[in-house]
């Protein structure tokens, strides 16, 4: 049970990553492992990444820089094993909108 759905936490988590990270200007913020959540760079202030998802009915995670100013353009995701590859994917795709339009 509980190792199955940690593994599909990971996964997912790990999924959503690559996803966002192959959008131009998304950088994994750190070069380490990750298991639950991710921190990623964002070529936008994160509060406007959240705002334009938030909008889209997406809640695009925790923006960092309250609790760690020097991670002003960081944002923190996850994916749990609730999470289907077609949430990923629309996801993504808010996110790619939302850079495309700035």
């Known amino acids: 049970g509980l190792e ?12 959503l990553g ?5 959008l131009p200007g ?3 913020a750190f070069d380490g ?13 994160t509060g406007e990444v959240l705002d ?3 909008e889209q009915g997406i809640l695009g995670g925790y923006d960092l820089s309250a609790d ?3 991670l002003d ?4 995701i996850c994916a749990t094993e609730l999470r289907t590859d077609a949430d990923m994917d629309r996801y993504a795709s808010a996110m790619a909108q939302m850079l495309d339009a700035a």
Request: glycine share 0%; hydrophobic share 40%; with cysteine.
């Open 4 to 15: 199955r759905v940690a593994s599909a936490c990971h996964a997912n988590t790990r999924s």
């Open 73 to 76: 353009d960081a944002l923190l």
């Open 18 to 22: 690559e996803r966002l990270c192959a």
């Open 52 to 54: 334009a998802l938030s």
């Open 68 to 70: 760690f100013p020097e």
């Open 26 to 28: 998304i950088e994994p």
């Open 33 to 45: 492992a990750c298991f639950h959540e991710q921190a990623l760079r964002m070529p936008r202030p």
